[in-house]
């Protein structure tokens, strides 16, 4: 287990590398100069080579690349062009949103995903299973932004009973009433894809699993129904847990055109914003935190993965 943890491990480092490589790239394959939202338009030769050595332009690309990734492992993403502030605290801000938007939208996800394919797996072939089928695919059909767009109109605008942006009057408290007030709406519209996703995943997987051997000898031998689940639930462990962990790392990503719509400022929100304004600096380092979010979510589904199913280690 831990040769194999340590062999995971080894195998992430190249990808973390790339991953850094990428955004560091981001601010030369911009189109246009990366510099252009901080000089005037009649900004003379001197001043723009005063800027350029200022912010490490006028040295080569392996160069900046190296003092760029010693300032991020010293944890300097550095300063945001438009507001001057360290990229860092924005960013941080900005995931705090995110992480307290992904959980709740995680439990419900989960929660409905998992009830919903356990029990289509169960009834396979019924007009339960082809209902939960028929929800599923709906649920991962339809765009985010018009099901929020819907969500606004009728339970906002029409009903008056749930706020259609923001986080509310209290900064993203979480004890506060009115946090979650804000939270119901974003929170669905960003749980539709996954419970669907889910839901088909635990079904395939529950359904194929019943079909083993080794659940008509449970079944042979006297086993009561919840233990056969318990075996069936373990065997189909590893592919729900992969997808899970998927989907996961995607709600903590965040998503520009929910977060736009519901003007949750979170990390899709930050990123909308720094594509507009082109403050490539807030651009590259939430792109940055947002990749090693997902490549640390996937080792650790990974490593969770072999709990419930040793074999694993040995691939």
């Given at each position: 287990m831990l040769f194999y943890v340590a062999r995971r491990l080894v195998y992430t480092l190249p990808i973390i590398v790339g991953v850094s490589i990428v955004?560091?790239?981001?601010?030369?394959?911009?189109p246009g100069d990366?510099?252009?939202?901080?000089?005037?338009?009649?900004a003379s030769p001197q001043l723009i080579a005063d800027v350029r050595a200022a912010y490490g332009f006028d040295k080569p690309m392996p160069v900046q690349y190296l003092l760029w990734l010693g300032k991020v492992l010293s944890g300097d993403l550095g300063s945001s062009i438009i507001s001057q502030r360290p990229v860092l605290g924005e960013v941080a801000v900005a995931v705090r949103n995110t992480v307290s938007l992904a959980a709740v939208a995680v439990t419900i996800g989960f929660a409905l995903g998992v009830g919903l394919g356990a029990i289509a797996g169960y009834t396979a072939g019924s007009y339960l299973d082809r209902f939960v089928t028929a929800v599923s695919i709906t649920g991962v059909a339809i765009p985010h932004y018009w099901l929020g767009m819907v969500l606004i109109i009728v339970f906002s605008a029409n009903l008056g009973v749930l706020p259609s942006t923001g986080m509310g009057a209290h900064d993203g408290n979480l004890l506060a009433l009115d946090t979650w007030r804000h939270m119901v709406l974003p929170a669905i519209t960003l749980a539709a894809i996954p419970t669907g996703i889910i839901a088909r995943t635990v079904r395939g997987a529950v359904s194929e699993a019943r079909k083993q051997e080794f659940v008509q000898t449970l079944y042979s031998q006297g086993l009561?129904?919840?233990?056969?689940?318990?075996?069936?639930?373990?065997n189909a462990a590893p592919t729900i847990l992969a997808v899970m962990?998927?989907?996961?790392?995607?709600?903590?990503?965040?998503?520009?055109?929910?977060?736009t719509v519901f003007s949750w400022p979170g990390t899709g929100f930050l990123l909308n914003s720094a594509i507009f304004?082109?403050?490539?600096?807030?651009?590259?380092?939430?792109i940055l935190v947002l990749a090693m979010f997902f490549v640390l979510t996937n080792l650790a589904v990974d490593i969770l993965q072999?709990?419930?199913?040793?074999r694993l280690t040995r691939t």
């Open positions: 955004c560091f790239l981001l601010v030369h394959l911009a990366p510099l252009s939202a901080v000089l005037p338009e009649n009561r129904e919840r233990h056969v689940i318990k075996h069936i639930a373990k962990g998927l989907q996961m790392a995607q709600l903590l990503g965040g998503s520009i055109l929910v977060e304004s082109r403050d490539l600096p807030v651009l590259q380092g939430t072999t709990l419930f199913d040793p």
